[in-house]
C-alpha cells in the first residue's frame, strides 16, 4: 500500500481508475471526512467541553437526545448544506428530510446519517461513530421530497462511518472495496492505513446482547445456543462474544477481524421489524461489509435488496463473516 496517500489523493486517484467518484461526490465525502473531524473533537473534549449528558429532548425515534447527538447532527448539515452537491439531508435525529436551502445551488445526491451512533456509551467514554449513506437524487422528478430517499440500499453510491475510539477513523467504499483512513491529528488529515479490507468468511466470535434472548424466534435462539455449547455442541468449536452497543464499534471490529453481529426481531414489540434503522444504520453498514466479502440480511433476505416503505423504517440485522451469516439465515424458513 502506498505511503502518506490523504483522503484527497485516495478519491482523484479512484476517479482515475474506476470513473466511480464524480467532482461533486468527492467534494461530498471530503466534506463529510471534515465534519467527522470536528465531531470527532467535540467528542474528544467530553466534560471539558460541556457536552455530555442529555440534552432534554427526544428524537423521532422517541429515544431521549444526548447533547452531542444535536451538536454532531448540527454540524453536519452546516457542513453540507451550502457546496451545491447535495439536494437534501436526512438524519436519525430529524422527523423529517432537510432540503438544501434555496440560497444554496442544489446538486444531484441525497445524504443519510445517523450523526451519532451508540448515543448510550457517550457519557462513558465508550467508542461511538457517525454513519453516512450516499443516494443518487432520482432523475427529473422536481425538487426533492422525502420519495426521492426510499431506495433499496444497493443503489447506494457510496457508504461508511466514522469511529470516534482511541483513533479518529473513518471506512469508506464506493463500491470498488473498503478503505480505511485514520485522523493524523498533527496534520489535521485522514490517512489512508487500509484498503482492500476482507472480512474472514469463518468466525468463533458473536455479537448480540444477551439479556434479548427470551424474546428472540426460534432461529436466532438455536443459533446462538449452539454458538453456547461451545467445542462440545453441533459446531465442534468454542465461541468468544462481544458487544459494545455502539454498532460503529462492533461492526468496525468485524470488518477487521471477522465476527457475525446479530440484532434481531423480538417479540417485545413485534410490529417492529427491528431496533435498528434500515435507511443510515442497516444499508450503509451492509454495503460495507459485502464490499469487504462478507453478508448482511435481516434473517431471511439481502439487506440491500430491501425497498424501504418509511425513512426511519426499522430491520433485522445479521452481518459479517459470511458462512455464519448463511448459517443464521439458513435456520429461518426460506419467504
Ligand atoms: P442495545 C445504539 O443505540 C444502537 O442503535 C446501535 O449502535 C447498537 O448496536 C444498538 O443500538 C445497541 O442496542 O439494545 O444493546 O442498547
Given at each position: 500500500?502506498?505511503?502518506?496517500?490523504?483522503?484527497?489523493?485516495?478519491?482523484?486517484?479512484q476517479?482515475?481508475?474506476?470513473?466511480l467518484?464524480?467532482?461533486?461526490?468527492?467534494?461530498?465525502?471530503?466534506?463529510?471526512?471534515?465534519?467527522?473531524?470536528?465531531?470527532s473533537q467535540?467528542?474528544?473534549k467530553?466534560?471539558?467541553g460541556?457536552?455530555?449528558?442529555?440534552?432534554?429532548s427526544?428524537n423521532?425515534?422517541?429515544?431521549?437526545?444526548?447533547?452531542?447527538?444535536?451538536?454532531?447532527?448540527?454540524?453536519l448539515i452546516?457542513?453540507?448544506e451550502?457546496?451545491?452537491?447535495l439536494?437534501?439531508?436526512?438524519?436519525?435525529?430529524?422527523?423529517?428530510?432537510?432540503v438544501?436551502?434555496?440560497?444554496?445551488?442544489?446538486?444531484?445526491?441525497?445524504?443519510?446519517?445517523?450523526?451519532?451512533?451508540?448515543?448510550?456509551?457517550?457519557?462513558?467514554?465508550?467508542s461511538?461513530?457517525t454513519i453516512?449513506?450516499?443516494?443518487k437524487k432520482?432523475?427529473?422528478?422536481p425538487?426533492?421530497?422525502?420519495?426521492?430517499f426510499?431506495?433499496?440500499?444497493?443503489?447506494?453510491?457510496?457508504?461508511?462511518?466514522?469511529?470516534y475510539?482511541?483513533?479518529?477513523t473513518l471506512?469508506?467504499?464506493?463500491g470498488?472495496?473498503?478503505?480505511?483512513?485514520?485522523?493524523?491529528?498533527?496534520?489535521?488529515?485522514?490517512?489512508l492505513?487500509?484498503?482492500?479490507?476482507?472480512?474472514?468468511a469463518?468466525?468463533?466470535?458473536?455479537?448480540?446482547?444477551?439479556s434479548n434472548?427470551r424474546?428472540?424466534?426460534?432461529?436466532?435462539?438455536?443459533?446462538?445456543?449452539?454458538?453456547?455449547?461451545?467445542?462440545d455442541?453441533?459446531?465442534?468449536?468454542?465461541?468468544?462474544?462481544?458487544?459494545?452497543?455502539?454498532?460503529?464499534?462492533d461492526?468496525?471490529r468485524?470488518?477487521?477481524?471477522?465476527?457475525?453481529?446479530?440484532?434481531?426481531?423480538?417479540?417485545?414489540?413485534?410490529?417492529?421489524?427491528?431496533?435498528l434503522?434500515?435507511?443510515?444504520?442497516?444499508n450503509?453498514?451492509s454495503?460495507?461489509?459485502?464490499?469487504?466479502?462478507?453478508?448482511?440480511?435481516n434473517?431471511?433476505?439481502?439487506i440491500?435488496?430491501?425497498?424501504?416503505?418509511?425513512?426511519?423504517?426499522?430491520?433485522?440485522?445479521?452481518?459479517?463473516?459470511?458462512?455464519?451469516?448463511?448459517?443464521l439465515?439458513?435456520?429461518?424458513?426460506?419467504?
Amino acid at each position: 500500500m502506498p505511503k502518506n496517500v490523504s483522503l484527497t489523493r485516495y478519491l482523484i486517484e479512484q476517479q482515475r481508475a474506476d470513473g466511480l467518484i464524480p467532482g461533486q461526490l468527492r467534494l461530498l465525502l471530503e466534506v463529510v471526512a471534515r465534519a467527522c473531524k470536528s465531531i470527532s473533537q467535540a467528542v474528544t473534549k467530553g466534560a471539558l467541553g460541556n457536552v455530555l449528558g442529555s440534552a432534554e429532548s427526544e428524537n423521532v425515534q422517541g429515544e431521549v437526545q444526548k447533547k452531542l447527538d444535536i451538536i454532531a447532527n448540527e454540524v453536519l448539515i452546516e457542513a453540507n448544506e451550502w457546496g451545491g452537491h447535495l439536494a437534501a439531508m436526512a438524519s436519525e435525529e430529524m422527523d423529517s428530510i432537510y432540503v438544501v436551502p434555496n440560497r444554496y445551488p442544489q446538486g444531484e445526491y441525497l445524504l443519510l446519517f445517523d450523526p451519532l451512533d451508540g448515543s448510550s456509551n457517550i457519557d462513558v467514554n465508550v467508542s461511538i461513530g457517525t454513519i453516512f449513506s450516499v443516494l443518487k437524487k432520482p432523475e427529473g422528478s422536481p425538487g426533492v421530497q422525502e420519495s426521492d430517499f426510499l431506495q433499496a440500499g444497493s443503489k447506494q453510491v457510496a457508504a461508511g462511518y466514522c469511529i470516534y475510539g482511541p483513533q479518529t477513523t473513518l471506512v469508506l467504499t464506493v463500491g470498488s472495496g473498503v478503505a480505511m483512513f485514520t485522523l493524523d491529528r498533527e496534520q489535521g488529515s485522514f490517512m489512508l492505513t487500509q484498503e482492500d479490507i476482507q472480512i474472514p468468511a469463518d468466525t468463533k466470535e458473536f455479537a448480540v446482547n444477551m439479556s434479548n434472548m427470551r424474546h428472540w424466534d426460534a432461529p436466532v435462539k438455536r443459533y446462538i445456543d449452539e454458538c453456547l455449547a461451545g467445542k462440545d455442541g453441533p459446531r465442534g468449536k468454542d465461541f468468544n462474544m462481544r458487544w459494545i452497543a455502539s454498532m460503529v464499534a462492533d461492526v468496525h471490529r468485524i470488518l477487521m477481524r471477522g465476527g457475525v453481529f446479530l440484532y434481531p426481531w423480538d417479540k417485545r414489540e413485534p410490529e417492529k421489524a427491528g431496533k435498528l434503522r434500515l435507511m443510515y444504520e442497516a444499508n450503509p453498514m451492509s454495503w460495507l461489509v459485502e464490499q469487504a466479502g462478507g453478508a448482511a440480511t435481516n434473517g431471511r433476505q439481502r439487506i440491500l435488496d430491501l425497498e424501504p416503505t418509511k425513512l426511519h423504517e426499522r430491520v433485522a440485522v445479521v452481518l459479517g463473516s459470511k458462512n455464519e451469516v448463511g448459517r443464521l439465515t439458513g435456520y429461518h424458513e426460506p419467504l
